[in-house]
C-alpha cells in the first residue's frame, strides 16, 4: 500500500510538471494492481482532459462515479469534459450533481452556470451565477459570467455593474473592459421594436413605429419617413436593419439629456433628432428645432405632433449676420439645401444630379438674437447641422457659446481642412474636443495636437471641463 502512495504522489508531481506520459504511465500501472483507487481514476481523468482526451477523461471519471457516485470532483471532472465536446445537457446534469453534494462549494455553482450559458438558457445561469457570488463575493469570472447572461436577457444596468465589479476585483480583466464597454453601447440605444404601423407605394410614406431600450425605460417614437426624401430614407433603411440612425449621438443625448432639459436642434431636416430630444427631455423640457428650409419644417412640424412632442420651430437660417439672404434646396435626392452665400457653386452643390430650385428668400440671424427674441435662456445641449456653415454660426455668436450653462455641443463638420479652425473657436468658448466611437459608449477626447482624418469628420461633440465625467461615473483612468 505504501508503494501505492509513493507511486500515486509522483505521478501527481509529474502531472503538475506537465510530464504527463510520465504521470499517465504511472496512473496506469498503479490501476493495474488497485481498479478502485478513485485518486488514479480523478487524477488520470483530469490528465485526459489537459491533453485534450475528452472522451477518454469521461470513461475514465465514469468508473469513478461508479465507485462513488457522491464524489463532487469527480462530477465537476465529467462536467468539464462534457461541455469540452458540447454536451451541455449532460454537462449541466454533472455539475448539478456536484452542486447538491457540496452546495456550499462557490465553484460547483460557478461551473453550472457556465454549462447553462453555453446551453442558451441565459434566466438559469444567472440564478447559478449569483449562487457562486452569494458564498464568493470576490468571485472574478463569476461576475463576468453573470455580466454576460444579465446582458443576454436584457438587463443591461445590472450586466454593466457586474462587469465593473469584475475590473475592481481584478484591473486587469481586459475582456470585462471590453464587455462593459460592449454593455454600455448596448445601454444607450438598442431599437428592441421596429414596427410598420402603415405602409404604401414608394411615392408615400411609411409610418414606423419603434422601441429604443434606454436607461432606465423605454423610448417610443413614431416617424413617417419618405423613401424619396436621401435623409428619411437613410434612417428607413437603418430601421428596417434593426438598427438606429446615428447611434452613438443618440446614446450621448440618453446619457446627458434629463426631463426639464433644454435642447436646441439647429438644422434639424424632418425632424429625427428633435424628437427623440423632445421623447428625452419630456414635457417639463423644452426642445426648439430650427430649420431654414420650408420643406422640411413642414415635416418637422409632423413628426412632433404624431409623437406628442410640444416644441418650437422656427424656420429661419442661423449665421453670422441678421437680414435676408437666398436659400436654395437641393431638393430630396440631396436631402438639404443652404444659404447661397455659403457655397461657391449653386447648380453643381447637389451632387446628386439633380437640379437645384430656384433661390427664395428667407430670414437670416445669429443665434444669440434669435435666443433673446424667443425670450429664453441658453440651452444644455445644441445639435447643429447647417450644411457647412458651422462656424460661422458658432463664430457669430459668442454669447450663447460662452454661456456655462451650454454643456454640449454636437457639430456636423464635413470639411477636414476646416475642422481645427473650428476647434480652435470652440477651444476659444472653453471647450474640449471629442469624438463618438461605435464600439464605446463614452466619447473620446482629442487632443488639440491631433487632425481627426478621414473621408469626412462627421458628429463631433464639444463639451465643457468635467462634463464627461460627471455625466460618465464610470469612466476608467488610463
Request: include cysteine.
Amino acid at each position: 500500500m505504501n508503494q501505492i502512495s509513493a507511486a500515486f504522489r509522483e505521478a501527481v508531481e509529474c502531472q503538475r510538471a506537465a510530464r504527463f506520459g510520465d504521470a499517465e504511465e504511472i496512473y496506469k500501472s498503479i490501476l493495474v494492481h488497485a481498479p478502485h483507487h478513485l485518486g488514479c481514476l480523478l487524477y488520470l481523468g483530469m490528465l485526459y482532459q489537459q491533453t485534450g482526451r475528452h472522451a477518454e477523461a469521461i470513461d475514465t471519471i465514469g468508473r469513478g462515479i461508479a465507485l462513488q457516485p457522491r464524489d463532487a470532483a469527480l462530477h465537476t471532472v465529467l462536467g468539464n469534459a462534457l461541455s469540452e465536446l458540447g454536451r451541455y445537457d449532460e454537462a449541466e446534469t454533472a455539475f448539478l450533481a456536484a452542486a447538491k453534494i457540496n452546495p456550499a462549494m462557490p465553484e460547483h455553482h460557478y461551473n453550472l452556470g457556465t454549462a447553462l450559458e453555453h446551453a442558451g438558457r441565459h434566466q438559469d445561469s444567472v440564478d447559478a451565477y449569483r449562487r457562486a457570488i452569494a458564498l464568493k463575493p470576490d468571485f472574478v469570472e463569476a461576475h463576468d459570467g453573470l455580466g454576460r447572461c444579465l446582458e443576454d436577457v436584457g438587463e443591461i444596468d445590472d450586466a454593466a455593474a457586474h462587469y465593473r465589479e469584475a475590473i475592481w476585483l481584478r484591473p486587469d480583466h481586459v475582456d470585462a473592459r471590453l464587455a462593459l464597454r460592449r454593455a454600455v453601447n448596448l445601454k444607450g440605444a438598442k431599437l428592441v421594436r421596429p414596427s410598420t404601423v402603415g405602409a404604401g407605394t414608394a411615392a408615400d410614406s411609411t409610418t414606423k413605429s419603434i422601441a429604443i431600450a434606454n436607461r432606465a425605460a423605454k423610448l417610443h417614437v413614431k416617424f413617417s419617413l419618405d423613401d424619396n426624401e436621401r435623409m428619411q430614407h437613410i434612417v428607413l433603411r437603418k430601421i428596417n436593419e434593426g438598427c438606429l440612425y446615428g447611434q452613438e449621438v443618440f446614446m450621448f443625448m440618453s446619457r446627458v439629456l434629463r426631463p426639464g432639459d433644454f435642447v436646441l436642434d439647429i438644422g434639424a431636416n424632418f425632424g429625427y433628432y428633435a424628437v427623440l430630444a423632445g421623447k428625452l427631455v419630456g414635457s417639463s423640457g423644452r426642445t426648439i428645432a430650427i430649420e431654414a428650409n420650408p420643406r422640411h419644417a413642414a415635416a418637422i412640424r409632423h413628426h412632433l405632433e404624431i409623437n406628442g412632442i410640444e416644441a418650437d420651430i422656427r424656420i429661419v437660417a442661423i449665421s453670422d449676420y441678421s437680414g435676408n439672404a437666398q436659400f436654395v434646396d437641393f431638393g430630396p435626392r440631396c436631402g438639404h439645401g443652404t444659404l447661397c452665400d455659403h457655397v461657391d457653386d449653386v447648380e453643381n452643390r447637389s451632387g446628386f444630379g439633380e437640379k437645384a430650385s430656384q433661390p427664395f428668400d428667407v430670414h437670416v440671424t445669429t443665434l444669440d438674437a434669435e435666443l433673446a427674441t424667443i425670450g429664453c435662456g441658453c440651452p444644455k445641449l445644441i445639435k447643429m447641422d447647417v450644411a457647412g456653415a458651422e462656424l460661422r454660426a458658432i463664430k457669430g455668436s459668442p454669447k450663447a457659446f460662452s454661456d456655462p450653462t451650454l454643456e454640449f455641443v454636437v457639430c456636423y463638420c464635413r470639411d477636414t481642412e476646416k475642422q481645427m479652425i473650428l476647434r480652435e473657436q470652440m477651444k476659444a468658448y472653453g471647450f474640449d474636443t471629442h469624438i463618438f466611437s461605435q464600439d464605446i459608449e463614452i466619447p473620446q477626447p482629442v487632443p488639440s495636437s491631433v487632425v481627426i482624418i478621414g473621408n469626412a469628420v462627421t458628429d463631433m461633440l464639444f463639451s465643457r471641463p468635467g462634463m464627461i465625467e460627471k455625466y460618465y461615473p464610470f469612466v476608467m483612468p488610463h
